[in-house]
């Protein structure tokens, strides 16, 4: 745990006792705090009252005494209407921050330069900060990871002049930490996402640009033109800043071609690592990924061969291109994270033949945006409310089959494969949908299909 000492002996006042805000609750009774928290769910605060956190109705709460407001990322802070908290935090004077901002002013207090990696982007952040992490604990590092991730960053070791930490941020965290300042900031990129939160692309990329604004270095992928504005005004601003791209640079940084990274210093270009083979980096967003993070590893003045070596015995993460095992030469694929078509495209631009489940509650613009890649999908397995939509967009470039459900599709999707007589067929998990209208996330879907997997007759699981 972080124990938060810089509100020691204040009134503050908690919303949200989900899992980083039970979490930041115990860190500030931790550092002195006089804290009162509360949620909207009962079972929240039932589970924060067992564990010692005081609990009150905060709208019986005298708001002049307060502090601050600290408010868990998922609660809406400016759309698509600010919580009740907010406005009266506001009314009152009071900041609105998060957990990430209460270790950012920790980390200001008791070791300023210590080591921190933040990464956001639409796509991709999961798995490049897995991916950082690892290459840096193959180097030798002492390295907290979480955030968005999964685990609640004050529930990491301190701040620490020889420990990195190495933090996944969303942009609703980003938006509830004014005072972000890592020593490494990197943005992946920047697609349509959650508009609704953020009410436009504009303040959408505006949030996501703060977060390199104020890193000591920026690692910036430039591959859109939002991401790649973002570069441009901070190269004019001189501070430093190292592009990654998929083409050669204008300028110092990384770039990939296939399964290819190099880097560029100057005149000079050479391949620095190569990930054929590497089953938990296949596809060329892979690629990206692994080229950000050993821009990160440099920047860090990690040694290059131990982290080059170190790409190989990256395990991958569940749910995003997890291969789960295989049938024969067939290859069932988890990738449950691929909740818009961004996300899925990436999946199906790294392979052939494939026999694609798809399908949940729909983001805008459906599958639409996929068609280049339709005449790779052997058969598509519809499920969830975005089957109509879905069949309507791929009728007469794909076949199609309504499945409705995760179990009858693959079941289905299996069967096919095995008839198909292919080379190596794939049965693919990529939805490029939310679960929510039959799963509680997309652990719990991808999971459902793990469980599924496994219980097919000759499956050879992976690992």
């Known amino acids: 745990m972080t124990p938060v000492t810089t509100f ?25 705090a006089d804290l009162v928290a509360f949620d909207d769910d009962p ?37 698509p209407a600010p919580h009740w908290t907010v406005e009266r935090a506001k009314a009152s004077g009071i900041e609105v921050i998060g957990d990430i901002e209460l270790f950012c002013r920790e980390r200001a207090k008791i070791a300023p330069d210590a080591p921190f990696v933040a990464i956001t982007g639409t796509n991709g952040k999961s798995t490049t900060t897995a991916l950082v992490a690892h290459l840096l604990r193959e180097a030798g590092a002492d390295v907290q990871m979480g955030g968005n991730i999964g685990t609640a ?40 996402d959650h508009l609704d939160r953020h009410g436009s692309m504009e303040r959408y990329a505006a949030i996501k640009e703060r977060l390199v604004a104020g890193a000591e270095t920026a690692i910036v992928v430039i591959d859109d033109a939002p991401s790649r504005a973002i570069y441009d005004r901070r190269a004019a601003s001189g501070r430093p ?29 050479r391949k620095v690592a190569e990930l054929k083979g590497i089953g938990s980096l296949r596809g060329v967003h892979n690629a990206q990924n692994a080229a950000v993070a050993l821009a990160v ?64 509650r729909p983001k805008e613009g459906g599958i639409a945006p996929l068609a280049a890649y339709f005449p790779r999908v052997a058969k598509a397995y519809l499920i969830g409310d975005a089957a ?42 990529s939805p490029a949908c939310a679960s929510y209208d039959q799963y509680p996330n997309f652990e719990r879907r991808g999971d459902h299909f793990r469980d599924l997997v496994r219980a097919l007759p000759g499956i050879t699981l992976k690992g």
């Open 388 to 429: 109509p939509d879905f069949a309507a967009t791929l009728e007469g470039a794909a076949p199609y089959l309504h499945c409705g459900t995760l179990d009858r599709a693959v079941s289905a999707a299996a069967a096919d494969a095995a008839a198909s007589g292919l080379d190596e067929p794939v049965i693919l998990l």
């Open 241 to 269: 800043v190292v592009a990654i791209a998929e083409d050669m640079l204008p300028a110092d940084g990384y770039h990939y071609e296939g399964s290819r990274v190099f880097a560029t210093r100057g005149t000079t270009t």
């Open 43 to 79: 079972a929240s605060v039932g589970r924060a009252a067992g564990e010692g956190v005081p609990t009150a109705e905060l709208r019986e709460e005298d708001w002049s005494r307060l502090a601050a407001l600290v408010l868990a990322p998922g609660v809406p802070l400016t759309h």
């Open 153 to 192: 960053i004050l529930s990491l070791a301190p701040p620490g002049d020889e420990r990195v930490h190495v933090i996944e941020m969303s942009s609703f965290q980003i938006d509830l930490t004014p005072s972000l300042a890592p020593s490494v900031g990197v943005l992946m990129n920047i697609s349509p």
């Open 8 to 32: 020691a002996g204040r009134r503050v006042a908690l919303f949200g006792l989900g899992g980083s805000g039970l979490a930041t609750a115990l860190a500030l009774q931790a550092g002195g």
């Open 297 to 360: 590893a440099d920047a860090l003045g990690a040694e290059e061969e131990s982290v080059v070596a170190a790409l190989a015995t990256f395990p991958g993460l569940h749910h995003r291109m997890e291969e789960v095992g295989r049938i024969g030469t067939a290859v069932f694929v988890n990738d449950s994270k691929a909740t818009n078509a961004d996300s899925a495209e990436k999946a199906l631009a790294s392979f052939d033949d494939v026999f694609w489940i798809l399908g949940g």
